[in-house]
Nanobody, 118 residues
């Protein structure tokens, strides 16, 4: 059974950079869309961005566009969320998830905490 696991969260100062990763164990991302989501305390989970593993195309929410980048490592079967120019409002638990090309996100990781200090 495929499982997703995030890592790389931590504490960073505003304006800094951080990269979090998503690994798939027991399978690959091939044929799937990998999405990144985040949830801040007291707020609903929100979409951050996604990567279509097959085509490589990416999409981002307006709140992170130009600052965050999703990249993949085919050899390592990993997806990375590279975050630059971080703001305190980026503080949240970040989750990766996967879905078929035409479907809903149904496989989720456990999340990793990202905290941006002002």
């Amino acid at each position: 059974q495929v499982q997703l696991a995030e890592s790389g969260g931590g504490l960073v100062q505003a304006g800094g950079s951080l990269s979090v990763s998503c690994a798939a164990s027991g399978g690959t991302f091939s044929g799937y869309v990998v999405g990144w989501f985040r949830q801040a305390p007291g707020k609903e989970r929100e979409f951050v961005g996604s990567l279509n593993w097959s085509g490589g195309d990416t999409h981002y929410s307006d709140s992170v566009k130009g600052r965050f980048t999703i990249v993949r490592d085919n050899a390592e079967n990993m997806v990375y969320l590279q975050m630059n120019s971080l703001k305190p409002e980026d503080t949240a638990v970040y989750y990766c998830a996967s879905r078929p090309t035409y479907g809903t996100y149904w496989r989720w990781g456990q999340g990793t905490q990202v905290t941006v200090s002002s």
